[in-house]
């Protein structure tokens, strides 16, 4: 089979037209009526039609979560920082932690638009509520199993705790911080959506909304697809950061 | 020149592991503890280094006339004690870095020149051979100038040639520190001791060495015939303990 040799693109690109084709099949086999199901041809004119409208509430959405995610991963790291060095913090905040995500944070997003409004800001916290507990936990996992001869040599070289953190627990840990970064850019696009349509006069989600409500199913699709592209961006990103920094180990 | 005295009662949680406990040894010389696995090497290891445990010693360890030894003492393990995410000049130096100290780099390249890694000090551990991480790891005992070293059983993930090049080179690099080398290898603790214990549940033994000087020829017919008398030695323990 050479053409399983083919680029990772045009693989890429032969499984969209695979589903592409599987799609409008449906549609012509079942004859829903568009307003139902949008074939791929429509959903592509929509897309192309509203291109500037898209374009708009997909910034929206897209800032709101690059904003999230940074805000989370930064209160992430510096929580399970917080948690390694210090036992009375891991024995104050651990059972809180743990607590708070028994609370389903999609579930508060009600709340969250009545106290932060319509704007971004609640967005923002939602999706930074929503990954907080994966990274911190992801990567305060890294932290505490530095292995047992490391933290022997930890001992035996004198080291500061503030040093055995930065110079061997967070370098150890970097890969279990990727985990948890993989779950967090995995449940952000979730969230900011979440938020959108609890409340929102902006963004992919508040566009699926208003598209729905007017029957234009082929624009809700033409949204989703935006959505979804965002967070294959996203993903990619990550993954090629992660793909670099496994290099730079092993050049 | 800090001379070792370890007297007393080990305890490993509530049971004993081993009684009567008395180890003299002298400054600058190679001590050698020897014996099967589980016996508690390695916990004697970790009390003279003054690494936390399970263990518990009624009794004393003094190091010189200056109280425990904790605090002068660089330890060199088997394996996994390098970082990997670390070149070998970072590796060596991490000691002076744990401490908030300089780290001195012309040093280290120096030690690691002295170790035979020339020409390697910006690879990784994983791309070394597991001799050569030994030697990396010897270069970090080396520049952290304590006056003891512990070596638990340092060599003994190696084969048997690069073992016997490790032991001439520690030999020679660590001459004139006090140096506890923990092994459960007859021939290792015959060539490189002055001075040799079999551990026992009932306390240490001294051991005979042949009478040349340390790093010994191990073609030499009296390491030979040590060597012998050490397996049945040991030989005995296991059956025992079996």
């Known amino acids: 089979?050479?053409?399983?040799?083919?680029?990772?693109?045009?693989?890429?690109?032969?499984?969209?037209?695979?589903?592409?084709?599987?799609?409008?099949?449906?549609?012509w086999a079942t004859g829903v009526p568009h307003f139902i199901l949008p074939g791929p041809a429509?959903?592509?004119?929509?897309?192309?039609?509203?291109?500037?409208?898209?374009?708009?509430?997909?910034?929206?959405?897209?800032?709101?979560?690059?904003?999230?995610?940074?805000?989370?991963?930064?209160?992430?790291?510096?929580t399970a920082l917080n948690l390694a060095l210090s036992p009375g913090a891991r024995l104050m905040l651990r059972p809180m932690l743990i607590f708070a995500q028994a609370v389903p944070v999609f579930a508060l997003a009600p709340i969250l638009t009545l106290w932060l409004g319509y704007g971004a800001a609640s967005k923002i916290v939602i999706v930074m509520l929503v990954i907080?507990?994966?990274?911190?936990?992801?990567?305060?996992?890294?932290?505490?199993?530095?292995?047992?001869?490391?933290?022997?040599?930890?001992h035996t070289m004198r080291a500061t705790p503030l040093r055995k953190l930065f110079?061997?627990?967070?370098?150890?840990?970097?890969?279990?911080?990727?985990?948890?970064?993989?779950?967090?850019?995995?449940?952000?696009?979730?969230?900011?959506?979440?938020?959108?349509?609890?409340?929102?006069?902006?963004?992919?989600?508040?566009?699926?909304?208003?598209?729905?409500?007017?029957?234009?199913?082929?624009?809700?699709?033409?949204a989703l697809f935006v959505l979804a592209a965002q967070s294959l961006a996203l993903f990619a990103a990550l993954e090629a950061i992660s793909r670099g920094r496994a290099k730079l180990r092993e050049p | 020149m800090t001379a070792l005295r370890l007297q007393g009662d080990l305890w490993m949680g509530t049971s004993p592991l081993i009684r009567d406990l008395k180890l003299d040894m002298p400054a600058g010389c190679w001590s050698c503890l020897l014996g099967v696995s589980g016996v508690g090497k390695s916990t004697i290891a970790r009390l003279i280094a003054g690494l936390p445990g399970p263990y518990r010693l009624e009794g004393t360890v003094s190091a010189g006339d200056a109280g425990t030894p904790a605090g002068r003492v660089a330890m060199m393990a088997q394996g996994g004690q390098l970082l990997p995410w670390a070149d070998l000049v970072q590796n060596v130096t991490i000691g002076a870095r744990l401490r908030?100290?300089?780290?001195?780099?012309?040093?280290?390249?120096?030690?690691?020149?002295?170790?035979?890694?020339?020409?390697?000090?910006?690879?990784?551990?994983?791309?070394?051979?597991?001799?050569?991480?030994?030697?990396?790891?010897?270069?970090?005992?080396?520049?952290?100038?304590?006056?003891?070293?512990?070596?638990?059983?340092?060599?003994?993930?190696?084969?048997?040639?690069?073992?016997?090049?490790?032991?001439?080179?520690?030999?020679?690099?660590?001459?004139?520190?006090?140096?506890?080398?923990?092994?459960?290898?007859?021939?290792?603790?015959?060539?490189?001791?002055?001075?040799?214990?079999?551990?026992?549940?009932?306390?240490?033994?001294?051991?005979?060495?042949?009478?040349?000087?340390?790093?010994?020829?191990?073609?030499a017919p009296d390491?030979?015939?040590?060597?012998?008398?050490?397996?049945?030695?040991?030989?005995?323990?296991?059956v025992c303990a079996g």
């Not at chain 1, 990274?135 to 199993?145: C, I, Q």
């Not at chain 1, 967090?184 to 699926?208: D, H, N």
């Not at chain 2, 084969?159 to 030999?171: I, P, S, V, Y």
């Open chain 1, 1 to 27: 089979m050479r053409w399983l040799g083919f680029g990772p693109l045009l693989r890429l690109l032969l499984a969209l037209g695979f589903g592409l084709g599987l799609w409008q099949l449906v549609v």
């Open chain 1, 42 to 78: 429509r959903v592509g004119a929509s897309l192309s039609n509203n291109a500037p409208l898209l374009l708009e509430h997909a910034q929206f959405t897209a800032v709101n979560l690059l904003t999230g995610l940074a805000a989370g991963v930064a209160l992430g790291v510096m």
């Open chain 1, 132 to 154: 907080y507990f994966p990274v911190t936990s992801a990567f305060f996992d890294g932290l505490m199993r530095l292995p047992a001869p490391l933290t022997d040599l930890a």
């Open chain 1, 167 to 222: 110079l061997l627990q967070v370098p150890h840990a970097i890969p279990a911080l990727f985990s948890g970064l993989r779950l967090a850019v995995v449940y952000a696009p979730f969230a900011v959506i979440i938020g959108e349509w609890v409340g929102s006069s902006r963004g992919l989600g508040y566009l699926m909304l208003m598209a729905n409500g007017r029957g234009q199913t082929d624009l809700m699709f033409a």
């Open chain 2, 100 to 219: 908030g100290t300089r780290p001195d780099t012309a040093r280290a390249r120096n030690l690691l020149e002295q170790v035979g890694l020339a020409g390697l000090e910006a690879r990784r551990p994983a791309e070394l051979s597991g001799g050569q991480c030994q030697r990396v790891a010897l270069a970090r005992v080396l520049i952290e100038d304590c006056p003891i070293v512990v070596l638990d059983e340092p060599f003994s993930a190696l084969d048997t040639l690069t073992r016997l090049a490790m032991q001439d080179l520690a030999a020679r690099l660590l001459r004139g520190r006090t140096v506890v080398l923990i092994t459960h290898d007859p021939l290792e603790a015959i060539r490189l001791s002055d001075r040799a214990w079999m551990l026992g549940p009932d306390g240490a033994n001294r051991l005979e060495l042949p009478q040349t000087l340390p790093p010994r020829d191990f073609r």
């Open chain 2, 223 to 238: 390491v030979l015939a040590a060597q012998a008398d050490l397996l049945v030695l040991l030989q005995g323990d296991v």
